[in-house]
């Protein structure tokens, strides 16, 4: 059974282009949330998408975008890059199950390294 | 808003016990999660305490004290494999806000 799978691994881009991330969850999952990991820092939270919406969101600006698709499937899009988004991507997927059922157990992909030059 | 302090590197040897500090400041939360993540790796779930006192699961043990606002992570036995980065992280309805980490050094 595949985990959480992220495409691509790595990319560079130049300051003001635009990137698209990708994420498939693990079989069974039918939430997706996207972290940003700066070097030698925690997960920031960016949002989580839950049928197809976006459920919350974190303290990123609008150059920040999502969707999720009919499939569960989940992209992640920056606009106007700046130096400041170079850091690693992470996905993760988990299983609505309502409120206090439990430990919120997500499951986290490798990421996409963003470097921006 | 959400914080939590956790130190930052911590080392230790093969066999030894290790504990991994972690305080935190939030207005309301479910629980405290524990999550490994080694060098370029995702970060993997450890252990959760939704409730005040010990959770053990194999080498691995987690404490929460709502009261003192506090917790930690016990990691029995050390083996070198554990040398990784240990971030705690308060859990939301279905998001977690994560601290910086504790990168655990393990040598021989």
């Known amino acids: 059974d595949a985990g959480v799978t992220q495409s691509p691994t790595h990319l560079i881009k130049t300051r003001g282009q635009q990137v698209t991330l990708r994420c498939s969850p693990k079989s069974g999952h039918d939430t997706v949330s996207w972290y940003q990991q700066a070097l030698g820092q925690g997960p920031q939270f960016i949002f989580q998408?839950?049928?197809?919406?976006?459920?919350q969101r974190g303290n990123f600006p609008d150059r920040f975008s999502g969707h999720q698709f009919p499939n569960y499937s989940s992209e992640l899009n920056v606009n106007a890059l700046l130096l400041g988004d170079s850091a690693l991507y992470l996905c993760?997927?988990?299983?609505?199950?309502?409120?206090?059922?439990?430990?919120?157990?997500?499951?986290f992909g490798a990421g996409s390294r963003l470097t921006v030059l | 808003g959400q914080s939590l302090e956790q130190p930052s590197e911590v080392t230790a040897v093969e066999g030894a016990i290790v504990q991994i500090n972690c305080t935190y400041q939030t207005s309301g939360f479910y629980g405290l999660s524990w999550y490994q993540q080694h060098d370029g790796g995702a970060p993997t779930f450890l252990s959760y305490?939704?409730?005040?006192g010990l959770e053990e699961t194999g080498r691995f043990s987690s404490f929460l004290s709502r009261s003192d606002s506090y917790g930690y992570l016990l990691l029995q036995e050390l083996q070198m494999k554990d040398s990784a980065s240990y971030f705690c992280?308060?859990?939301?309805?279905?998001?977690?806000?994560f601290g910086k980490g504790t990168m655990l050094l393990v040598s021989p």
């Open positions: 993760a997927s988990s299983l609505d199950k309502g409120l206090l059922s439990g430990a919120n157990v997500l499951t």
């Open positions: 305490n939704a409730l005040d």
């Open positions: 992280a308060l859990s939301g309805y279905s998001t977690l806000t």
């Open positions: 998408y839950y049928e197809e919406e976006e459920r």
